[in-house]
């Protein structure tokens, strides 16, 4: 399971802006090697996985939610 270091450089690679306490541009080619490299960096957090469109994790999301 990545670490918030892991997770910080990753948003700081698909947004642009102060979303970490940095401001950068963005590198979506940078941050789609980076998923690639790292599959499991959204893990579990649905917000995560909104960013990455990890479509399993946010449907496992709704689901529990609507029980």
């Known amino acids: 399971m990545p670490g918030y270091q892991e ?5 700081d690679l698909v947004y642009t802006g102060n979303v970490t306490g940095t401001a950068c541009a963005a590198w979506p080619v940078l941050a789609q090697q980076m998923l690639a ?4 960096l959204p893990a579990d957090d649905v917000y995560l996985a909104c960013t990455a ?5 946010i ?3 709704l689901g529990a ?3």
Do not use: M, V
Not at 7 to 11: D, G, S, T
């Open 37 to 40: 490299a790292q599959p499991d």
């Open 59 to 61: 449907q496992r999301a």
């Open 65 to 67: 939610d609507a029980r």
């Open 7 to 11: 997770i910080c450089q990753w948003l």
């Open 53 to 57: 469109g990890d479509l399993a994790t």
